[in-house]
């Protein structure tokens, strides 16, 4: 049998199994926690910090992600503080991106877009000098345009257990952090890869897309966003 | 091997590797990380990004002599700006840039722990400290 953990979880007495994440215990207990990095089945990341959540007891906010429940924990996925600390960072991701969602491709799925729609981040705050990289539209399966990328490591993370061997690493430091292709060349004609598919689904910006026909249907869903 | 692709030693081999190429030639040419990806059987992306990680890797050929002013508080405080500048009109480069001759890359690096002796800048391994404008003509000279 395995071990109980129980918790209070926004003022309810919930119960989980040892080893899980608080976001695990969450989205079983259907509350809703913004992730940008977490990829279900792999291993959290903790890149993007959007998952932060209040335990009582502790002297920052932790990552809801990679933090496993402990016997009597007090959990507050909401509060005002986690609820500010969200909306400032996606503030700050969104500060240093283009400001294109009206003619993004991927406007109606991007999971960036309604994150920030959700939170109510409204118009920005915060500017910070915004990256241009030219778009990357040689290949016909892929479309990478970095200047949307927002360094979530996913299209990494899925890359590396296609098991080919990975195309995507993040490369350079800080600011400049980008996530690259070979020794930082365009995704070019000659790139193959027999799911391209895999990260392009998983990358919840426009940074990564798939090539459409004029004429061809869309798959993905739309997004709905609240208005 | 892990099964991330990567043992830890091959991760760690990588880093020595990178460092002796950098010596050897004064950057790390792209053959280099292609002939360390294929030994190490890691995907030249990843080489890559470790390579442009570090501040004392170059990707690019450098100049002869590498010269390295510290940017952080400390150093700020005490004038490091006048100091840049200075270099940058002795030079006729700004950070990041080498000169035309080869002789000389400038770049900004982060703390080099000589906080109490500022503002210090590296050249090549030579550390230089308690700049002021007026030496920085002098000290270049030491280096052709
Ligand atoms: S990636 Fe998302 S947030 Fe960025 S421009 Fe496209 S729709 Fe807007
Ligand atoms: S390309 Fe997309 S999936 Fe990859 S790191 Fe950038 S935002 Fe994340
Ligand atoms: S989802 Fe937890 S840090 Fe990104």
Redesign the interface.
């Known amino acids: 049998m395995e071990n109980k953990v129980n918790l209070t979880l926004n003022g309810r007495a919930v119960s989980a199994r040892q080893g899980m994440t608080i976001l695990e215990v969450a989205r079983e207990n259907g509350i809703d926690i913004p992730t940008l990095c977490y990829l279900e089945d792999f291993s959290p990341m903790g890149a993007c910090r959007l998952c932060v959540v209040e335990v009582e007891g502790s002297r920052t906010l932790v990552g809801s992600c990679h933090t496993p429940v402990t016997e009597g924990m007090v959990v507050h996925t909401h509060s005002p503080k986690v609820l500010a600390a969200r909306k400032i960072l996606v503030e700050l991701l969104l500060a240093s991106h283009p400001d294109s969602c009206l003619v993004c491709d991927k406007a109606n799925i991007c999971e960036l877009r309604r994150i920030a729609a959700d939170l109510e981040v409204g118009l920005p705050r915060f500017h910070a000098r915004k990256h241009y990289y030219p778009v990357e539209d040689e290949n016909p399966h892929i479309i990478r345009d970095m200047s949307k990328c927002i360094l979530c490591r996913r299209c990494v993370i899925a890359c590396?257990s296609a098991g080919n061997?990975?195309?995507?690493?993040?490369?350079?430091?800080g600011f400049e952090s980008k996530v690259?292709?070979?020794?930082?060349q365009l995704v070019d004609e000659a790139a193959v890869c027999p799911d391209f598919d895999g990260c392009i689904a998983l990358c919840p910006s426009g940074a990564l897309r798939k090539p459409v026909k004029i004429g061809e249907e869309r798959a993905e869903k739309a997004l709905i966003i609240k208005g | 091997m892990s099964e991330?692709?990567i043992s830890t030693l091959g991760r760690e081999g990588l880093i020595l590797r990178l460092k002796e190429a950098q010596s050897k030639f004064g950057y790390v040419p792209?053959e280099v990380?292609a002939e360390l990806a294929q030994s190490l059987e890691?995907?030249?992306?990843?080489v890559?990004?470790v390579a442009?990680?570090y501040?004392f890797l170059s990707?690019r050929p450098l100049g002869r002599n590498v010269i390295r002013i510290c940017r952080s508080l400390p150093c700020y405080l005490k004038g490091a700006q006048t100091v840049i500048e200075a270099v940058e009109k002795e030079l006729g480069i700004k950070p990041g840039e080498t000169t035309p001759d080869g002789r000389f890359s400038f770049q900004l690096a982060n703390c080099i722990g000589l906080c109490d002796q500022a503002p210090a800048m590296l050249i090549n391994q030579d550390a230089h400290v308690e700049l002021t404008p007026e030496k920085i003509t002098q000290i270049l000279r030491m280096y052709k």
Request: proline share 3%; with cysteine; hydrophobic share 35%.
């Open positions: 590396k061997g990975s195309m995507f690493s993040v490369a350079y430091r690259v292709f070979g020794c930082d | 991330k692709g792209q990380m890691i995907p030249i992306n990843e890559y990004g442009s990680f501040s990707t």
